[in-house]
């Protein structure tokens, strides 16, 4: 088993269910509401976990009812839990978020215990980062923590996976240490990826794009394109792995499950294209149901879809 540290968030997702978003000003009633798992975080590590990838998750939780709600989730999928600690005087992380019936979403995070992860926690986690074959992070903690990791990662020359999502201001010399860093084109678009390209620009400019920063920007990156599937460039090469058409309920969450799955290959050593191409079977299957942890699927049904997964 590959050994992946992910050092990320959990919030507790609220989740309510509409025809279409409200307008400003405006009241409307759902159809449905959900208390589930998130935070880009946990979807992350339970999705790498679930590629039978071996994850230790680093991350903090609240004193309140919520943060049982997340260690219950953690311990029906089976996640290692014994780096997640709790936070006294402090609310678990919330995500309230709205789902459309036309699959998309609106999501705003509070981040209580996730902002107490701090550079103090890197620094005392130097052996772990250093015995890892690949440490993943996304833009939902404090920039000095994103920082701080990316720096401790390039000291005990462990590869290291960035999720700039949201992006959010991290330093161009811890960017630079990011293989991949993993964006969609919204975040691409805001680190200076493709920023003349649209969200419908077809995905052989993307391709391109993504292409002619590695080296600059990231060593390698990724950039996922929704239901179009993905595009990636290192510096052997660039490719478009087309996504399979499926019918998307619920995207939420939909990039962490990708995201999870894509640290989990590159971890057990797949290359860079490979690893592409799972992660958007990950993806494909996560947006065919509702929620987020509870629509991701196991290692054999991910990579039986891979294998019908286009990759040019």
Known sequence: MSRL???????????????????????????????????????????????SADVEFLARLGDDAAADVARAAFARFGLPAGAVATVPGTPTGVAQITVAASGENTIVVTAGANAAIGADLIAAEHERI???????????LPVPTIESLAAACRAAGTRFALNLAPPVGVAAA?????????VNVHEA??????????DEAPAEAWRDAAASVVGDLARSIVVTLGARGAVAA???????????????????????????ALAAMLAEGRSLPE??????????????????????????????????????
Request: glycine share 12%; net charge negative; charged share 15%.
């Open 130 to 140: 250093a015995a890892a074959d690949l440490v993943l992070t996304q833009g939902e």
């Open 275 to 312: 690893a592409v191409r799972i992660a958007v079977a990950a993806g494909a299957i996560a947006v065919q149901s509702r929620g987020t942890v509870d629509s991701y699927a196991g290692r054999a049904d991910v990579l039986a879809l891979a294998d019908r997964t286009e990759l040019r």
């Open 234 to 260: 290192d510096a052997d090469g660039s490719w478009v792995v087309a996504a399979p058409e499926v019918e998307a309920v619920d995207t939420t969450g939909a990039g962490d499950a990708a995201t999870g």
């Open 5 to 51: 540290v992910v050092v990320g968030s959990v919030n507790i997702d609220a989740t309510s269910y509409v025809d279409a978003f409200p307008q400003p000003g405006e009241t409307i009633h759902s159809h449905g509401h959900r208390i589930a798992l998130g935070g880009k975080g946990a979807n992350q590590a339970i999705a790498a976990h679930l590629c």
């Open 189 to 198: 678009r805001a680190v200076g990826i493709g920023a003349a390209l649209s």
């Open 174 to 182: 811890a960017v630079a240490i990011a293989d991949p860093l993993v």
